[in-house]
Structures are given as C-alpha cells and as structure tokens.
C-alpha cells in the first residue's frame, strides 16, 4: 500500500465533482488538485493527512465552470503534474501553491523536492482496478453480435439476454471507424510534446469548453493501436531546423531506438531525461449511442463503467471529460480505471439521479510518457520506447453493486485407474488412447464498485457467509438481496458436463462437490468431473467452456421472495493438464515432452510494436507448421489473443514478466524501491493469464540479475498457483555479475524450478547431463531459455545440440533466440524497399542489426533455418534396411509423438534416379500406433516399384545414384474414414517431416569423362590458347584467368582463387557496424580482413602449356592484401584499418601455393583442376575455392546437389539430394547482405537462357540420364559445370561479389552486375554456428590450412556450333 511519502498525483482535473479541491495558481487560473474518488486509493491515515491540510488550500465549487486563458506558446502553459506530496508536508499554501503554477513551462520549480511520478517507481498506479482474467475482447465481440441480431431483427430482447451480454466497445481506430454502437467525427486526434511538463490545459479541457482553433493536433498521426515514432514527421530528423522540415505541428525528431544492453539516455535510475522525455497525448471526442440504461443503469440496477487500455508505453495518465481517472506503468498489461461518475450518456428517461450532463459527449484524454522509471525495468533488447498506445482500448458495463470480478479455474487432470481417480504419476494409464479424469479447482470473487458500501461484521473461523446486501428499491422498503454463483462445464462439442449447474450453496445434494467455502464475496470449492475428460496438449488441444452465473435473488425471512435473476456471466475456455518436474524431468500429462521452443518479440514491420491480431496468427500458425511446441513470451507478457490461439492450436507457453534490467543488472533486484513495482509485474501477469491451459509456466523476467526481489516473486506465484513451475534464468548466475552459469548455486531453487541457462556449449550441456547433474543429485529438467542465435544466415549445429539431447536424460529442449527480425520496413527516395534497424533513424546510441535475429524475416517469411528446424522436430522418423541380396528392404517407422498415434497421417515416397525423380506412391501408417514406439511399415507399391526398375540391379552394380525420398502429410482422419489419398491430393495438405535414404552412389556418368581427340595449343603475344572444334579456353601469362568461348559467344568470364566470404551476422562477428568487435579473438573477421582475404592475389606466376596432355597449367603464390579493399560505413572495417599501421597495411600476406590446369576435350567440354595448399599455421578461414563469372543472360537455374534451400555444413541435416530448379540469387534474403544460397555436394549445375517457353522445369527420369538432361534443357543455350571428383564441391550462384556484399548495410544498396552472374565453388566452407551471441561455429566444422583440390568440368550446350 502506499505511503503519503510515496504517492505523487500527477494531473490536472476540471469539471464534473462538486466537492473537488481547486487550487489557484496564478492570473486566477484555476486547478482542480483532487477528486474525492482519490480518497479511495489512500488508507484512512492518508485520509486524515489529506484533510488536514485542505484548509491551508484556496477551495471553489467546481460549479463555477471558470476557464482559463486560452494560450497557444508553450510559455504560458500551466503546469500539469502536481506533487501531492506537497500538500502533505508542512509547507505553507503559498509553497504548496508554488509547486503549482510554472508559468514558463518546463520543469517544477526547485521548491519542489519531492520526486517526478513517473520517476517514483513505488507508485505503480493510482484509481487503477484490481487485475483480472476476464476476456474483454470476447466480451466487445459478442456485445456487437448482440446489437447487430437486435437491429436485424427489430425486436426488443428480454431482460436476462440484455444482462447477459454486458455492454462493451472496441475504442480502435478500426472499430470507430466501422461500427455504429459509438461515434467520433474525429477520431483519434494526438499531439507530441518534449516533456509531461509542458502540456497546456486545453488540451485536456472536454469539447465543450474549447474551440477547435485552440488545439493544434498532428496532422500525420495514424491511428490508435500504433506508435508515434513511426509517424514519418518524427522518425525521420531533419537536415536543418527549420521548422517546415518537419512538416508536421510536433516540431519533433522522436524515432525509433533500438539498443541491447545499454540505455537509450544516459541518466541513472530512477530519473529519465528532463529535456527530453517525448510525451504523446491523445484525444477521443465520441459518444455511446446506447443510452444511460444501458450504461449507468437505473435507480434499482445502477451500473458502473469502466475502461480498458490493452497496453501503452511506458506511464500513461488518463482524463476524461476534464477529470482525471487514473494512471499507471507497465507498457505490456492492461490496465481498467472506474469511469462511472465521469461518463457522458445519452439521457433515454427522466432519471437523473446519476451524472447529470448537457452534453451526450466524452472527450477522452491519454497522455502518455516515453520514459519513466519503468523503463529502468524494460530494458529488453528490443526497439526502445516506441511511444503510446500499443494495445486496443474497450469501455464496458457491469451491474455496479454485484459482479463476477475473477475466476480463477485449476482443470487438473487424473490418472484413470479402474474407474478410480488417483493424483501423480500422470500417465494415462496403460490404455491407449489414454483414458483421464478430471477435477476443477475454482476461486471465484464477486466484485462491487468502490461506491457501493455494505455492512460488515466480525467473521468466526469456518464460518459460511452468503454475499447479501441490503438495499432499497424505488417505492419499496428495504430488502435483502443474495447473490450467488452457478458454475456450468461444457465439453468440447458444447454439451453440458454436469446434470445441473454447481451451486456452492446446495453442496450437500452434490457429492462431486468438495471442499467448499463460502467468504462473502470469496468462492472456492473443488468438484470432480463426472466419466471422463479428454486431456489438453500440444498434439490435441481440447478446450472445455466454464461457464459462471451470477444470479441475483431477493429474499424475505429468509426465503427467496422473487425468481432468480442473471446479472453477469464469465466464461473462459480451459483445459485439463498435468504439469509435474521430478527426476529431471519436466512431465506434462505424464510425459517428458520435449520443449521444441522458440523465443517470440511482439513486432509488426509497418506497426513496430502495435501488432495486429492477423499478425499474431500468422505468428502461431507459422509455427505449428514448422514444428515448433512452445513459446516464451519474450520478455513480457504478449497480448491476451496470443494466449487464446495458443490453447486453441496447441503450443506451451512460458509466459514471462515485463521486468528485464540488463543495463542495471545487479543494481534494481536489490533496490527495495523496485520491490513493490516487480511484483506488481509479477502479480498482474499471472491473475490475467492464470486460465490458459497453454501457459505451463511462469518466468519471472530475463536479465535482472538475481537477488531478494526475485525470490520474494518466485514466493508469491508458488503461494498462487502451484499447478505451474517458474523460471528463471539468473537464479543460476554467480551471485553478482552475469559471468558463465553457475549450476551448483545453492539458492537457485528459490528463483526456478528449471534449470534454464542461455546460450550453453553442446559441450556445456552434455556435462551437465553426464556429470553434474548426477553428481549434485539434481532433480530438476535442463530447458534452455535461450540458444541457437539466429542472427541472419545462422543456427548452425542445431541438429548437434538436438542429437545431444534426445540421447542425455534430464536435457528437455529449450527456445531458439528468436522468432522474428525486428525491421522496420521503410522506402528510400529511390522508392527502393527495405527494412530498418538501429541507427537508421540517425538515434544515438544504437546497436545498429542486433535486433535482426529471427527465423524469420519481419514481413513473415520463413529463413531457410526454419526448415532445419522442422525437420529436427518433426514427429516421426524412418529408418531403412536394405538386406544382404538387395532385393529386400524393411522400412522402419518411429512415433516421437507422446499422446497420440500416426492415423492423421499419411505419407508419399519417391524414388529417384541421378537427382531425378523415377517413381511414386503413397502408404498409410501402422493403425492406433503408440506414442515413442516403432513399426515396420508395409509399402508394397514400393516394392513393386524396385522390381518394376530392377534397382536391385542397379544398386548392385552401381550405374546410378538411388535415392528414396519420404515426405508425410497432415490429412487429419481422412485416412481412416475412406482411401488412402494420392499423390497429387496430398499436395494440398502441410508437409510435417521428411526422411531421405541414399540406396545406392556411383562414379561420374560417363558424360562427363574427358575424352581423346584433336586439341590445338598455341602460344602468341604472352597469350596460350588452347582449342577443340569451335570451343577455345584463353589464358594471359602471368595469370590463371582464363576466358573459355563457343566462337564468338564467351560462356565463362576468368577464374580466381577464393578465400572470403561476406561475413553472416553470426558465424563471424556480431555485427559489422559495431567497430568495437573488431578485435575480438573470438570472432575471426578482423583476422580475415588483417590477412587480406577479402582482396588475394597472385604472385610469382608461372604457365606452361602441354600438347601432348592439351593442357594449360599455372602455378602461383597467394597473397593476401590488408586494406586493399575499403568498406565505407561499416563500423567494424573502418576501425580495423584505422588501427592498423601503413606498414601493414601495405605489405602482402603469404597465403600459400595455388595450382591450375585446364583441358579441352573432343566434345568441348573444358576441364577444371585446381590445387590449393595453405599455410598450415592459417585457423578458421572462411572458404577454400575459386569465383568464376557467366553472362548475365544466364539466368535460370537447376542444379543436382543438396537441398532444394541453402546449405552448409553445420546446417544441412534437412537437405536432399536432387535435382532443383532455382532462381540466382539476389542477395535478398537477408536483412543485412551477407553470405548465403550455398549449396552442398553439387554433382552438376545448369545455367541457362530463357526460351520464352516457360521457366526451367526438372523432368521425371526418362531412359537414361543423357536423354532426361536433353529433356530438361532442350530449346536452350546455356551451360553446365560438373563436378569430376568423387568429392563433391560446394557452390552459390549470385549476382553479387562477396565484396560487395559485405560493403553494404541493407540489401537496398546491392546493385547487380549488368554482365556477368558469379559462381563460387568451394572444397570447404566455414560453417554458420551460432557466435554472434552464442557458441562459435563448432572446430569439426572450421577451415584452417593445408592441401584443397576442386576438380571440375564446363560443358556448353544448345548453341548451333
């Protein structure tokens, strides 16, 4: 509770209270200090404080309606935040007075030294209501139903539908502008001011009291949920300061920020910046066209109003109709206020015993605060103070003297043991499917608005109290009305569970019921839940409907005198779940589900954090099809409609606390000011979403250090709701400092049930499992909360960490950092497209692509990690046995579901010759196949199909490469209802997992051996060339560039030894605008760039031509070039080169040797060896090949090779070999252009011209493979490069150098190469791994020095010659 020491009101309230407090403040302007409604938020000796001290105040009746001078400048503003704190001290009224009136703007006066609401962080929130779980979006949603079957229909409806379906609104700018049940000329108006201190009272002042000349509202605001600073005329900072340049009444560069660790301003907490302290207001005029009956109620029903601010950042105050409502913090949960005696309402009787008005019209009034204290508990690596109303805005009705404030609903779930109900061991039993029963456990609070008293007496332990309240009807004597509540459940297919409705009161004639007590206004009782329940997972998401009533019955003598009447219902959806933690294992329903997470930021590229609801949708469905389980609501709590999809799809949520303090890490979890605010968080988090099914666990923030404060936190949700654990990551930090995980800390149990690191080594968990774990006798789970960073092209060795943990007991998952690049999406004046990040906006400090992490892009496209992902955590594997005579083969299947069986499935295979596919067909799964078990699979259309192409043959005698190739599908229980599907209706359904088996590899076909004949070499002018029929390869002396043309068409631009590559974001460095890294051993960028791999040359070159073998070959030195190249604007180059001397930078780095031979056969067909052999004191290189060039008008693709998507070798375990067509890429599928499109294992690659026929399409297998190439390639020039080893190269085809893709910050900037298309073929690449934050690329997967070949051939085709 707060102290009157701790409790500072800020605001300035005019109108509506006839016993409000005005106090003069200058030029006889006057202010209302405090309504009497602020007496309801203090304990009675604050009352007494007040009081005192209301004589030493100037008082008026605010009936005198005076309106102060109407000002335009800043420099008469009144000041608006008053400092109670001054009229409870023992200052005189002139002081008092002073604290007031600042004529000039600004800040307070001096004389004030009592502290800024906004920067007291013991004041959470004043006239705020309790939090609770009621879902108000439904409640808007089916009030319009309502109205809309009322207007259709132009009937009146009964009295109990009316009660039933309590008034409420959506106050959205979309809602406004569609619905008729309230109305606005304006909309949404907003105006931005640099501080909270300078907003002039018109603002505030309802309609009726101004003229629209005495407000200057932002023309380019949009609309209400959205942020400010993406309003172009703040967002984007002006060349000058003229004032034009904004184009916009602001006069304000407010835009984006975006920072990690470090704080956007530079002050220390509590206090924020004093100058600058962008400061939103927002103004509704509207008006509820339902009348006051509906609203406020009647003299015998009265009714209180209250409103719904869904989310704003980061304080916001509220005014309405010139008085002041309420204010609170925490920019990511609602926050309700009572409006009842404030509300305007169209008068529809004579009553008018409530709210007496001339007006039907409300001016609403918002103003909210970029930073306050609570930003020093929102310090998430995210875009910083976006600024305003993030969340959607309702206004609703409830009866005011009896309402349904909270249900709080535990569905557990039982074991079904011979009919019996029995608690642990949660498994189902042995039946399967499993067989549950079911028990709720329900508190229930009915509430009362704060005018409406009632008579209170000494409560006796045990005691049954009914909630009954004495009361006067008009033209009645007194009478006592009881209110009590029914509780309904319905199953899934909407039938009542129980014969007849729970009634707390009759538990005598209900033996489920038990354990049942009756405090006034405080339920709570158990009941178990007649036959069976079907159970709540991630595989089956059955949702039950609760359903409470809160009926009203007057009674006389004890004897109900009328019928029961309805007056307010909640309903929440729930489902029945087990969640238990022992022997390391985190049991849901019994069983140790794998956590297959991933870590989601609220981000919209055009709406930043005002998110829309198909966004969010998008989101969850994104997910489900790629194989994701779970979510951590990264780092605070995510809007109530990601929840309810969450219980409707099927993902477990871990829903996490809106407190991260990175910047202030071990400081704010010990300060005791911070206390009350954290678990302020903590508790309103968990009251709104304590009926989702979805959510398994709670987590008490991200980087805040670990300390009292939190376990005090981890205390008060066990106390709550013990149905869930908690988490948290610092509780395993040393005790100060964020240095490496400490997981023998003692007190760690008092802050998490879960051992949830972040960003642990593959090494670092199998430790875990293998020795300290078993050696400390741990007994909770191993979830990472954080790991594979998926920074642009990254998430390399997942399938590593996966491997590891399917195979060590006690390792349970964990949740990918994170779901979604946070870009901005912006358009240059070019018109060219691309996506923003920090320091785009000219916003300092920055930590510039930091933000752009996710796996997927931020207009919702999934990165190609994704589907590495999918793949590792699809639900069922295969394995293939092809036995001893090759003409039999058992194919095994794996169920890694844990609740359900195969039967939704449905599954195709493919069989493929050379890449191409031969044959295909379609197999059900073994029926009701048990969760974790394996089957063999019977595929006899398989087996016809290998007898049909003799492949026993061919495996046997090796003349092609064989692959079986699996695909399954989701088709719901379409397989067991009527025949299996075919093949091509299977493709109209998702693809949940995949498997490929290579039966059989095989030497190179035949096509590509070199073949004898007549070549012709030459040697004139410095100049070798050697040549066959109309093909020739050129080579100058003194280098290995060499042209190879058909006559006059060149087909292949030079050749030149490669060992760099474009940085990714997260193999090589963090980022590379940050020049801070630039030394940092651990990422290797600044050592490629100090060798000079970004600019090789070749020295000491040597050629000779052979007619006897027609052959060019050159051997040469590699050098490396220091500072050859230049990279204007990244960081991370620029302050390299600038810290390194002129000496080196101008000296040449010895590489090693480089050898190159090229030949020409009788068919044309030029034929590629190179050598390469690197200092063996060279590490971690980025690659070893060669960069060739083609025409540009070669621009279709197919390629026989891993994939169809990007490869590499940390990152390949959901590729397959195959023939695909692609298109070049264009570098874009990146935020920040980086290295990317590889592929591994290339047999053989085709570019080609267009035809004007179509794209380039693969065909099926014909005859052979020479006739289906010709198939694929006929009617088009072009050419193919094929592997001639036996180890097959890597390759990328991109329009871009490597150079210049490192050279540029936003893909915006690449232009492509008008003549050539590059080629890269590599012997190695570095892998991806996941370094930027995180483990480096793992050694097995590192470059360093030593002997490479690449052994390839070019091959023409389709030119007349």
Known sequence: MLTATDLLLHGIWYGGHANSLVLVAGQGRKVLLAPACLNRSLESPHKELYSAHNSQLTTHQLNENPKPTTTTGHESTMVMLLNLNACLSNSSSAAAASTVSNDTGGDPPTTNHHPNIWENPTVTGLNRLHPHSRNVRAMSIAYEKRLQVKASDGEAENNEASINSNPCICLDSS?????????????????????????????????????????????????????????????????????EEYNCCCNMHDPPRYTNVQMPFHTLYPHVPKDDNPTGLYRLDFTLSDGREVWLGNSNSKRRVILHLGGVESCHFIYLNGNFVGMSKDSKLSSEYDITSMIHCRNDSDDNTRTCTTTNENTLVIIATKWSDASFLEQQDHWRGMGGIHRSIFVYSTLEEAFVEDIFCKANLLQAVSGAATEGDCDGGEDFPSRWKGRIDVQARIGRGWNERVEGRNIYYNEEIPYTVSKQYQDFDDVVVEYKMLFQLYDPDNSPVFDEALDVTATKDNPLMKDVHRRFNLLSFSADVPGNVQAWCDESPTLYRLEATLVQQQRE????????????????????????????????????VLIKGVNRHDHSPTGGKAVTLDEIRQDLMLMKEYNFNAIRTAHYPNDPYLYDLADELGLYVVDEANIECHGHYDFICREHSFTAAMLDRVQRM????????????????????????????????????????????????????????????????????????????????????????????????????????????????????????????????????????????????????????????GETPNDANFNINGMISPDRKPHPAMIEFKKIAQPVDFSFKLHADRNEFTIRVTNQRYFSSLDDLQWKWTLKMDGFDLEEGTCSFPKLMKPKTEEDAIVSTLKDAFDRHSLDTVIQLGTAEVHLDIAVFCVGGATRQGRI??????????????????LCTCSLPETFHQRPGKQKLSEEDSKFTLSSNCCRATLYEGSTSFEYALDSKTV?????????????????????????????????????????????????????????????????TIYGQPGKQSYPGIALAEKLLSSVGEEELNRKVHLGS??????IDDKGIMYVEVLFDLNESLTDLPRVGIELAVPSELKEMMFFADGPGENYSDRSYSSHAGVYEGSISDSSTYVVPQEQSNRMNMRWLVLAEPNGR???????????????????????????????????????????????????????????????????????????GSGSCGPQTLDRYKVNGGEYSLSFCIKPFGYNS
């Open 175 to 243: 809602s406004l502008e569609q619905t008729t049940f309230v109305t606005s000329s304006k909309g949404w108006q907003f105006r931005l001011f640099p501080t909270p201190n300078c907003i002039p009272l018109n603002y505030i002042l309802p309609c009726t009291n101004l003229t629209d000349e005495e407000l200057n509202m932002c023309e380019q605001f949009t609309r209400v949920p959205s942020n400010w600073t993406l309003t172009p005329s703040h967002k984007y900072k002006p060349t000058t300061t003229s004032t």
């Open 557 to 592: 003598n004890n004897t109900a005198s009328k019928d029961a009447v309805v007056v307010d219902t909640f309903e929440c959806k729930i489902g029945f779940r087990s969640i238990e933690i022992r022997d390391r294992q985190l049991l849901i329903n019994g069983q140790p």
């Open 686 to 841: 968990v009251i709104r979403d304590q009926n989702h099914p979805s959510i398994i666990g709670w987590s008490l923030g991200n980087e805040a250090g670990f300390a009292f404060n939190h376990t005090m936190l981890y205390g008060w949700i066990k106390g709550y709701d013990n149905s869930r654990f908690v988490q948290y990551e610092g509780a395993h930090r040393p005790e100060w400092g964020q240095d490496p995980h400490n997981y023998e800390r003692k007190d760690a149990g008092m802050g998490t049930d879960v051992v949830c690191p972040m960003y642990p080594t593959i090494d670092e968990i199998t430790e875990w499992a293998d020795e300290i774990a078993p050696r400390i006798n741990e007994t909770r789970p191993f979830i990472m909360c954080e790991y594979a960073h998926a920074m642009g092209n990254s998430s390399g060795s997942l399938a590593d960490y996966w491997k590891v943990i399917k195979e060590k007991e006690g390792l349970q998952g964990g949740f990918i950092w994170d779901w979604i690049d946070q870009g901005l999406l912006e358009v240059d004046a070019d018109g060219k497209s691309y996506f923003a990040y920090g320091g785009d906006y």
């Open 981 to 998: 599907k075919s093949v091509s209706e299977l493709q109209d359904y998702p693809e949940v997992a995949s498997e490929q088996f290579a």
């Open 1052 to 1116: 292949v631009f030079g050749i030149r030894p490669n060992l760099f590559r474009a940085p990714t974001d997260n193999g090589e460095h963090a980022v590379k605008q940050n020049g801070d890294q630039f030394n940092d051993p651990s990422k290797p960028l600044g050592n490629w760039l100090r060798l000079g791999l970004d600019c090789v040359c070749l020295d000491e070159v040597v050629t000779s031509g052979s007619l006897s073998s027609s052959s060019i070959t050159s051997n040469a």
């Open 1154 to 1159: 480089y050898k190159q031979t090229i030949k």
């Open 1254 to 1328: 179509g794209k380039l399409q693969v065909p099926k297998f014909s005859e052979d493979i020479k006739s289906t190439f010709r198939g694929a390639v006929s009617d088009r020039q072009g050419a193919m490069i094929a592997s001639t080893s036996d180890e097959m190269p890597q390759f990328t085809v991109s329009r871009h150098t490597d150079v210049s893709l490192f050279s540029a910050r936003h893909v915006k900037e690449l232009k492509d190469d008008q003549d050539r298309i590059f080629i890269r073929i590599d012997a190695a690449q570095r892998g991806l």
